[in-house]
Nanobody, 121 residues
């Protein structure tokens, strides 16, 4: 059984940085397409970044966020710089078999429990 566990969230001031981590157990993450989503209270879940054959970002985070992977450690990271209050949300790691990513959240069958990011002064 595959599990994803996120960590690294917290409270940060505007302009600050955080690095989120997602560790996969029970599978070889190298053969999975991985993504980061976020969901703010009262809002729909939003794609932040996805990694399939190439990495894609939501327009709202381009130039500020970076998705990276360390397949040997079964890790996926999201480096978040220049954080803004609008980035406040619960961030989720998601995975699907194969190397074709999708922007559709329903296309990911494996989800972590999420980690809260709060950007506030």
């Amino acid at each position: 059984q595959v599990h994803l566990v996120e960590s690294g969230g917290g409270l940060v001031q505007p302009g600050g940085s955080l690095r989120l981590s997602c560790v996969a157990s029970g599978t070889n993450v190298q053969i999975y397409s991985m993504a980061w989503y976020r969901q703010a209270p009262g809002e729909q879940r939003e794609l932040v970044a996805q990694s399939g054959t190439r990495i894609k970002y939501a327009d709202s985070v381009k130039g500020r966020f970076t998705l990276s992977r360390d397949n040997t450690k079964r890790m996926v990271y999201l480096q978040m710089n220049s954080l803004e209050p609008e980035d406040t949300a619960k961030y989720y790691c998601a995975g699907r078999p194969g190397n074709v990513a999708t922007a559709n959240a329903s296309g990911y069958g494996i989800w972590g429990q999420g980690t809260q990011v709060t950007v506030s002064s």
